[in-house]
């Protein structure tokens, strides 16, 4: 699949933002992030007394002379993270709108471009089935990044996704070293508050980027129609029906698709994630410059 985004006017636009993530996470030295902690870099922090076993380089001798008394220099510490980043490559994702899933290749491929350009690692791990895959391993740098982007073109999109499986499953999560964000339309029978709780217990900053498409917001189907579970390969699966679709099916299916939106983002809330939910025909300047610029994601 040739994902229109990804081209160099695309990913320039990008050069000025970063991912912004918490300042409480343990990460990696080498980094620019900003943490908590105190370490080696050049720019001064605080001072604290003299303790025994402090490293007598770091002491301060003009406070000393001032105050008779030990005081060391503190210095920030700027960490690496690692992003790691989870794409539902189930067939909903791209099953009657391709732009769908060329939109969530799109989200990928910008967080991961946004974590390399700030110095930090990525992984992109392919969700199907059970299963997270990641072919190109953990990247670092931008020249991996750009070799990497050719693997996101050739996804295909098919059968059915364990999100939670996947997850937990995955042998690298990591633990308070960075950011997991989920990319999914999350129309499924998996588990995937699971994940969330999963990655929440392993210390992980968690985003959840719910993709969808126009159709599925606001459906107009109406009359009779064959509805057909595009991840089930059996075509007397009870969930594929030939039904005639009326006023009061719409207006259900509105209330439940609210309902749906309202328990992602309450999980959310209650497990200190982020949610966003982006529709794939507005552009994709909005949703990255926008929605998550605004809520202090990237800046």
């Not at 700030?118 to 020249?143: C, E, P, R």
């Not at 709780?197 to 126009?214: A, G």
């Amino acid at each position: 699949m040739k994902v229109s985004y990804l081209n160099d006017e695309f990913f320039g636009r990008l050069e000025t933002l970063a991912l912004n993530l918490r300042t409480n996470l343990a990460g990696f030295f080498g980094g620019k992030h900003l943490v908590k902690t105190y370490g080696q870099t050049v720019e001064f922090a605080d001072y604290r007394e003299y303790m025994l076993g402090d490293d007598i380089r770091r002491i301060d001798w003009n406070l000393y002379s001032r105050f008779e008394k030990y005081f060391l220099k503190l210095f920030t510490d700027e960490r690496q993270m690692h992003v790691q980043i989870f794409l539902d490559c189930s067939a909903s994702m791209e099953m009657g709108n391709p732009k769908k899933a060329e939109f969530a290749i799109a989200v990928a491929a910008a967080l991961g471009f946004l974590a390399v350009h700030n110095m930090d690692k990525v992984s992109f791990n392919l969700m199907h089935k059970d299963k997270a895959i990641n072919n190109t391993g953990t990247i670092v740098g931008k020249n991996a990044f750009f070799r990497a982007i050719g693997e996101l073109e050739n996804i295909e999109f098919k059968d059915d996704t364990d999100i939670a499986s996947a997850i937990t499953n995955s042998p690298n999560t990591g633990t308070n070293d960075g950011l997991t964000v989920i990319i999914s339309d999350f129309f499924t029978e998996s588990a995937w508050k699971k994940a969330v709780d999963y990655l929440s217990y392993k210390k992980r900053q968690v985003m959840l980027v719910q993709v969808l498409s126009p159709e599925e917001i606001e459906p107009a189907y109406s009359g009779r129609v064959h509805l057909v579970d595009s991840e089930s390969d059996d075509i007397s699966d009870p969930k594929n029906l030939k039904i005639r679709i009326t006023r009061s099916m719409q207006i259900a299916y509105e209330e439940a698709f609210k309902d749906l939106e309202e328990d992602i983002r309450s999980f959310c809330v209650s497990r200190g994630a982020e949610f966003f939910s982006v529709s794939c025909d507005k552009p994709f300047e909005k949703t990255l410059f926008g929605d998550l610029l605004k809520a202090g994601i990237v800046g």
